[in-house]
């Protein structure tokens, strides 16, 4: 009973994958011969006029920001030498108050410095977003005009014809149709 069993599941697993992989080899006859082309997305990132534009802008950022945590630092500091100072002169009821008012604008400034990092992430993504966007519409065209059909990754490739890689053609065509990109940035 078990090995008639057995002999009627493996018979209808065999009709399942023939009828399964008669409409799989039909249409694995219409799949085009790949024809690859090769990208080095890296080196695109480090040396496009967009890319270089971003990293400007938000290092530019980084640095007013910077600026202002530092002198939010140094009244923090000033504030709690002079809450230490005073410890000895309040009661204890006032300098728990004092504190907790200054404990409250300690975390203020660290929200503050999360907030604005999660800003320039924020930045520096759309401003990648733009990139791959205004890549991806190159890709296509000279896909068009080359015929190739898949790109790789350079960092993914061992070895390749340097026919195969269109990283220059990318990085010019980029250059010219996105020179740079406006980050949104909050002024603060």
Known sequence: MAAMFLRFTTTVMLLVAVGVAM?????????????????????IMRESSAAINIKSQIDSQRQKYQDEITKKEQELRKANQELARQRTILSPEAFAQKRNEFEGRY????????????????????????IQKAISEIIVELAKKRDFNIVLPRKQVIFAATAMNITDDVLVRLN???P???????QN
């Not at 085009?32 to 080196?43: E, G, S, T, V």
């Not at 604005?116 to 924020?122: C, M, N, Y």
């Not at 740079?180 to 909050?186: D, G, Q, R, S, Y």
């Open 23 to 43: 409409p799989v080899a039909a249409q694995a006859q219409k799949v085009p011969a790949p024809k690859i082309a090769i990208l080095d997305n890296q080196r």
């Open 107 to 130: 975390t203020q400034v660290q929200r503050d410095v999360q907030a604005r990092k999660r800003a320039l992430d924020q930045a520096y993504e759309f401003g990648l977003r733009q």
């Open 176 to 178: 010219q149709n996105l």
């Open 180 to 186: 740079k990109v406006t980050i949104p940035l909050a």
